[in-house]
């Protein structure tokens, strides 16, 4: 079963420090990944799209990794903000350009206090 | 505005009654999209618009729900006989769907509750 798993859970850190989060996908055929930002009520907005000939691709703080031969991505996010609190969510396509085949992970839920 | 909209934000309704519910998807995107969303899921596909037709419906859990879509811009969400289990937020997507743009972008969504 295609599924694509992410940690931590939960997680909190303080403002202006660094954080990482995780993504584990055996999806297959994989196309591309996507690395969503969630707020609380709102719709996700997407951060990232990567296919797997990419390693890495940045959107100002944030910094996503894939390693297509061991299915595992991770979202970096730099000097953080207050405003960085919402849920990541690891999306994973196995074919390309059908968003309506998305697998969908749980998503890490991030709480930057003062 | 330039983004997605839904309307409305909040739909309290009794079980057993019919809403609808509906997306403004961004101006030129010929794709939509809708999914279900329930507290700590990821969001849940149903329905996916290419243009006017509903190119893949898989996703609908029943006959109680139905989507249209019949000037390929605005598309409406409509759910019968509603049930308890059927309050979720209701998000609905666009996108333009040409290789290699096949960016979805995401309205606020509508919190139907189910009482």
């Known amino acids: 079963k295609n599924q694509v798993e992410q940690s931590p859970q939960s997680l909190i850190i303080l403002e202006g420090k660094n954080c990482t989060l995780q993504c584990n996908y055996t999806v297959s055929p994989f196309s591309n990944l996507r690395w969503y930002k969630q707020d609380t009520g709102r719709g996700p907005v997407s951060l990232t799209i990567?296919?797997?000939s990419e390693n890495t691709k940045s959107n100002g703080r944030y910094t996503a990794t894939l390693d297509a031969d061991t299915k595992q991505s991770s979202l970096h996010i730099t000097a953080s903000q207050l405003s960085d609190s919402a849920s990541y969510i690891c999306?994973?396509?196995?074919?390309?350009?059908?968003?309506?085949?998305?697998?969908w992970g749980l998503g890490t839920s991030l709480a930057v206090n003062p | 505005g330039a983004g997605v909209s839904q309307t409305p934000s909040n739909k309290v309704t009794e079980k057993g009654k019919y809403v609808e519910l509906r997306c403004d998807p961004i101006s030129g995107h010929t794709a939509l999209y809708w999914y279900r969303q329930s507290l700590g899921q990821g969001p849940e596909f149903l329905i996916y618009?290419?243009?006017?037709?509903?190119?893949?419906d898989s996703g609908l859990p029943n006959d109680r729900f139905f989507a249209v879509r019949p000037e390929g811009s605005v598309s409406t969400l409509k759910i019968q006989r509603t049930e308890r289990g059927d309050s979720a937020v209701y998000l609905c997507?666009?996108?333009?769907?040409?290789?290699?743009?096949?960016?979805?972008?995401f309205g606020p969504g509508t919190r139907l509750t189910v009482t």
């Open positions: 990567m296919t797997f």
């Open positions: 999306v994973v396509s196995g074919s390309a350009g059908i968003n309506r085949k998305l697998i």
């Open positions: 997507a666009s996108s333009l769907n040409r290789f290699g743009s096949y960016e979805q972008y």
């Open positions: 618009f290419q243009g006017t037709g509903a190119a893949d």
